[in-house]
Every structure is written in structure tokens, then in C-alpha cells.
């Protein structure tokens, strides 16, 4: 995954502003969290280990589904294993990763604060922009 210099310094940002002391908990100390910022900053890429995704629609959200009970029981069951799993909710869709490496869940969970600050913002500048006629 390669970065430009925008999108250096909005994930520098929100790689600090996500970190705290449940990352800490899971693997992520400020030692690797300051190691992963100067590879992408240096490099300007990042090569992740291998991820494995989860993608459920909106009929499976339902807190009843069967399949959403056992893939949330898979979770906290991989978590007691050391694997690192990370839910984003996008819309209508549930997306879960399931990271080796405490690195990878980091920067994961940045980008999906990204691209959320940026939807977000899309939508406010739409909301503001005066109509012309």
C-alpha cells in the first residue's frame, strides 16, 4: 500500500488520535506504534501481513442472526489466541479483519477513520454549499 504526502499526514494523525491504552493491552505499544509511522513516513508504503476479512451484509447485523453470534463468539475466541480482530461498520455492512500483527490492526482502524472524517466532511460541504439557480 502506497501513501502521497496528503494522506501521509492525515494517517500520521489519525494513527495518534486512535491510539490509546487498549492498544497498549493488545500488543500495540508506543514502541511499535512510533515504528510503524516512521516505516510509512520514510517509505511511504506499508506491506501488510496476510488479513483476513469478514464481510456481512445488513441482514446479517441482526443481534439474533446465528451467523453474526458466531462470528462475534469466533472473535473474542481468536482474541484469548493473540489474533487481533477489528469490526467497522460501514453503512449497511459489518466488515471484521482478523490481523496477526497488533501494526496491521492499528493502521487498519486508522484508514477507517479516515475514510470516515472524509465522508463525513464530503457531506458537510455538500450540506453548506449555497444552491444556485
Not at 87 to 113: I, M, P, T
Amino acid at each position: 500500500m502506497t501513501f502521497c504526502n496528503n494522506e501521509l499526514v492525515l494517517l500520521m494523525q489519525a494513527i495518534d488520535s486512535v491510539y490509546n491504552d487498549d492498544w497498549r493491552v493488545r500488543g500495540a505499544t508506543s514502541f511499535i506504534k512510533d515504528r510503524l509511522k516512521e516505516i510509512i513516513y520514510t517509505t511511504g508504503e506499508y506491506h501488510f501481513y496476510p488479513i483476513d476479512l469478514y464481510h456481512l451484509d445488513k441482514y446479517y447485523l441482526k443481534k439474533e442472526n446465528f451467523l453474526y453470534q458466531l462470528v462475534t463468539m469466533e472473535m473474542e475466541m481468536e482474541e484469548d489466541r493473540g489474533v487481533l480482530t477489528t469490526e467497522c461498520v460501514n453503512g449497511d455492512d459489518l466488515h471484521v479483519y482478523k490481523c496477526r500483527f497488533a501494526s496491521d490492526a492499528l493502521l487498519r482502524v486508522s484508514k477507517s477513520v479516515i475514510k470516515h472524517r472524509l465522508s463525513l466532511s464530503r457531506w458537510i460541504w455538500i450540506l453548506h454549499t449555497p444552491a444556485t439557480h
